[in-house]
């Protein structure tokens, strides 16, 4: 069963930093692009960033420059590298797996921005 | 304000079929294939289309999608009470370089 667990969200104060996990199980994690995808309380979805198999990365222009996306495949494990953090950032941060769409999800960490 | 546009509401009584469309540019829509999403209650979002017009597995064919230029549909046929959801479409977008969703049409059953 493929299962994405999120993990890191919480309290940061603007300008702040903050480091994503996602544990991914289930499938060949080395196999597949991987994204973040956030929601902001009361609003759409909103793509963060992506990685692929390669390592080739891709941000959305609110967040390039300021997070970092990253993958251990060793350990199956996806991340983004938040810095310098706004009120802006608060959501909640899924991370998906890329194949055909966004197939799989995570049940999300919330992030909040917020002194 | 969300580089694809859908209409931010839908409705329908059951057994009605609804349609929420998406629109796009050359540069998305007119490029690539479009997915659609389905989301309960802020849950995690569900893929319910890709590649315009398939279905996962344990997607009912009461779901289908289409794509017209720079545009894409949702059509959900035979409505039933747990459609009650919201709904997103997503693309690639060569101008931005990245994965662009729309603002999200809340359905509801009537």
């Known amino acids: 069963e493929v299962q994405l667990v999120e993990s890191g969200g919480g309290l940061v104060q603007p300008g702040g930093s903050l480091r994503l996990s996602c544990a991914a199980s289930?499938?060949?994690?080395?196999?597949?692009?991987m994204h973040w995808v956030r929601q902001a309380t009361g609003k759409g979805l909103e793509w963060v960033s992506g990685i692929g198999t390669a390592g080739d990365t891709y941000y959305a222009g609110s967040v390039k420059g300021r997070f970092t996306i990253s993958r251990e495949n060793a350990k199956n494990f996806l991340y983004l590298q938040m810095n310098n953090l706004r009120a802006g950032d608060t959501a909640v941060y899924y991370c998906a797996r890329g194949a055909l769409g966004f197939d799989y999800w995570g049940q999300g960490t919330l992030v909040t921005v917020s002194s | 304000q969300s580089v694809l546009t859908q209409p931010p509401s839908a409705s329908g009584t059951p057994g009605q079929r609804v349609t929420i469309s998406c629109s796009g540019s050359s540069s998305s829509i007119g490029s690539h294939t479009v997915n659609w999403y389905k989301q309960l209650l802020r849950t995690a979002p569900k893929l319910l289309i890709y590649?315009?017009?398939q279905r996962p597995s344990g997607v009912p064919d009461r779901f289908s999608g289409s794509k017209s230029g720079t545009s894409a549909s949702l059509a959900i046929s035979g409505l039933q009470s747990d459609d009650e959801a919201d709904y997103y479409c997503?693309?690639?977008?060569?101008?931005?370089?990245?994965?662009?969703f729309g603002g999200g049409t809340k359905l509801t059953v009537l």
């Open positions: 997503a693309v690639w977008d060569d101008s931005l370089n990245g994965w662009v």
């Open positions: 289930g499938f060949t994690f080395s196999s597949y692009d």
């Open positions: 590649n315009i017009n």
